[in-house]
Nanobody, 122 residues
Framework: VQLQASGGGSVQAGGSLRLSCAASGRTFSSYAMGWFRQTPGKEREFVAA????????YYADSVKGRFTISRDNANNMVYLQMNSLKPEDMAVYYC????????????????WGQGTLVTVSS
């Protein structure tokens, strides 16, 4: 599956953004999906994940209650709604797809989008 992330931009602290990830291929529903983020000099970190169906979701503690991940299997899309953004949320965000492994383990994901930059000013 090929992935393309979009929706990044610049917002003030407290603002909201919605990231989108478009997936190609007819087997999208067989992939669990995740969002990770990375800042310069740091390792890519887990943000959120959604299972093969939309009913199972996972979040990093740092975003729980503020971010919501969702998927639309009919349209091969995954979304990350980000509310109450903080300066520490500023990063390049990546969507990723996996067919097995662990939801928060980066190496479980076999396909990655190109990343979209989120900038949060205080």
């Amino acid at each position: 599956v090929q992935l393309q992330a979009s929706g990044g931009g610049s917002v003030q602290a407290g603002g909201s953004l919605r990231l989108s990830c478009a997936a190609s291929g007819r087997t999208f529903s067989s992939y669990a999906m995740g969002w990770f983020r990375q800042t310069p000099g740091k390792e890519r970190e887990f943000v959120a994940a959604v299972g093969w169906s939309a009913s199972i979701t996972y979040y990093a503690d740092s975003v729980k209650g503020r971010f919501t991940i969702s998927r639309d299997n009919a349209n091969n899309m995954v979304y990350l709604q980000m509310n109450s953004l903080k300066p520490e949320d500023m990063a390049v965000y990546y969507c990723a797809a996996r067919r097995g492994g662990t939801y928060n383990y980066m190496r479980s994901y076999e396909s990655w989008g190109q990343g979209t930059l989120v900038t949060v000013s205080s």
